[in-house]
């Protein structure tokens, strides 16, 4: 169960710190971070639904009607109101009425199209470009985030171990990517976390492969990389095998990894930096000779969405 009225109290101080009379909420997962509204959009010009969070006072969750029962179900605490003739025209009654004179808005999810529409419409309002806002009280993971993380990725590895079962020579990369998805829906996912990755042999090299009609020949590499959402927290895994028995080179780069994986677990604790942590697994990889070839960061938080702070 989300704690949205302590969540919106935090908010509420770092407003009032700021000097903010109000924040525009449209990132989707903030969203639902605050309110426990689980509508989704169809893209960042079709929205769901906004929140109007004053920094004193009662919050007001802005949609249309296509969501009024759903949101008036979910967002329990939220005054919801509807605009008929669009958001803008909506926020432009509602902030005199509310003595709302500086809006805080999400600049890393307002369209440069949105921001000159509200300009416009909100004569006398200032507006106050943020970033981050939500996003670094949603770093820190109460308890029952981090059981619902935990049920995440035990249903996750569940579903892997179901399907890995079946794999074999002749099967292609599309059908078992299809395979994982139709067992995370019978398992009781919400949907993937992201596109399911199945890659096969060279194809596997290719971190973020897609899924095709290469058959599976044996001694192949596989790669499946793969998460669900269950109650709303992603989870997010990749594993790498061999159909088949895998030669010595395979075996030596796997341990090389599997070395990096328990150093950067090994130097995991509170009040580390995240490139401490990095840096643990990266030495490995340097020594044995592949540093060349780890161009990515080490990893990345998950909640609410599968790739999220800290990084």
Same mark, same amino acid.
Do not use: W
């Given at each position: 169960?989300?704690?949205?009225?302590?969540?919106?109290?935090?908010?509420?101080?770092?407003?009032?710190?700021?000097?903010?009379?109000?924040?525009?909420?449209?990132?989707?997962?903030?969203?639902?971070?605050?309110?426990?509204?689980?509508?989704?959009?169809?893209?960042?010009?079709?929205? &769901?639904?906004?929140?109007?969070?004053?920094?004193?006072?009662?919050?007001?969750?802005?949609?249309?009607?296509?969501?009024?029962?759903?949101?008036?179900?979910?967002? &329990?605490?939220?005054?919801?109101?509807?605009?008929?003739?669009?958001?803008?025209?909506?926020?432009?009654?509602?902030?005199?009425?509310?003595?709302?004179?500086?809006?805080?808005?999400?600049?890393?999810?307002?369209?440069?199209?949105?921001?000159?529409?509200?300009?416009?419409?909100?004569?006398?309002?200032?507006?106050?470009?943020?970033?981050?806002?939500?996003?670094?009280?949603?770093?820190?993971?109460?308890?029952?985030?981090?059981?619902?993380?935990?049920?995440?990725?035990?249903?996750?590895?569940?579903?892997?171990?179901?399907?890995?079962?079946?794999?074999?020579?002749?099967?292609?990369?599309?059908?078992?990517?299809?395979?994982?998805?139709?067992?995370?829906?019978?398992?009781?996912?919400?949907?993937?976390?992201?596109?399911?990755?199945?890659?096969?042999?060279?194809?596997?090299?290719?971190?973020?492969?897609?899924?095709?009609?290469?058959?599976?020949?044996?001694?192949?590499?596989?790669?499946?990389?793969?998460?669900?959402?269950?109650?709303?927290? $992603?989870?997010?895994?990749?594993?790498?095998?061999?159909?088949?028995?895998?030669?010595?080179?395979?075996?030596?780069?796997?341990?090389?990894?599997?070395?990096?994986?328990?150093?950067?677990?090994?130097?995991?604790?509170?009040?580390?930096? $995240?490139?401490?942590?990095?840096?643990? &697994?990266?030495?490995?990889?340097?020594?044995?000779?592949?540093?060349?070839?780890?161009?990515?960061?080490?990893?990345?938080?998950?909640?609410?969405?599968?790739?999220?702070?800290?990084?």
């Amino acid at each position: 169960m989300m704690d949205t009225g302590a969540r919106l109290a935090a908010l509420r101080s770092r407003l009032r710190r700021k000097k903010y009379d109000a924040l525009l909420v449209t990132e989707p997962y903030n969203r639902r971070y605050l309110s426990g509204y689980t509508a989704a959009d169809h893209g960042i010009d079709e929205s &769901a639904g906004v929140l109007l969070v004053p920094a004193l006072g009662r919050p007001y969750l802005l949609t249309d009607s296509r969501f009024l029962l759903q949101a008036e179900e979910e967002a &329990a605490g939220f005054e919801v109101l509807l605009y008929p003739k669009g958001l803008h025209a909506l926020l432009k009654k509602l902030l005199p009425r509310l003595g709302i004179r500086e809006l805080a808005f999400e600049s890393h999810y307002t369209l440069y199209s949105t921001l000159q529409k509200m300009e416009k419409t909100l004569a006398g309002v200032t507006l106050a470009a943020t970033t981050g806002l939500i996003e670094r009280m949603r770093v820190i993971k109460s308890e029952d985030e981090i059981a619902l993380l935990k049920q995440s990725v035990l249903r996750n590895e569940q579903v892997f171990e179901l399907v890995y079962n079946t794999i074999e020579p002749g099967m292609s990369e599309r059908e078992i990517a299809l395979a994982l998805e139709l067992t995370m829906h019978e398992l009781g996912a919400e949907r993937p976390s992201f596109e399911t990755i199945v890659a096969f042999g060279g194809n596997a090299a290719r971190p973020h492969a897609v899924p095709g009609d290469r058959i599976l020949k044996p001694g192949e590499i596989v790669l499946i990389d793969m998460g669900l959402v269950l109650n709303g927290y $992603c989870s997010d895994m990749t594993r790498t095998f061999v159909a088949g028995k895998p030669d010595r080179t395979y075996l030596e780069r796997q341990r090389v990894v599997r070395r990096a994986q328990l150093a950067g677990t090994r130097a995991i604790r509170s009040g580390v930096t $995240c490139r401490h942590v990095d840096h643990a &697994a990266r030495k490995i990889i340097d020594e044995a000779g592949y540093g060349k070839y780890f161009g990515h960061a080490l990893g990345h938080g998950v909640g609410l969405a599968v790739h999220e702070e800290p990084r």
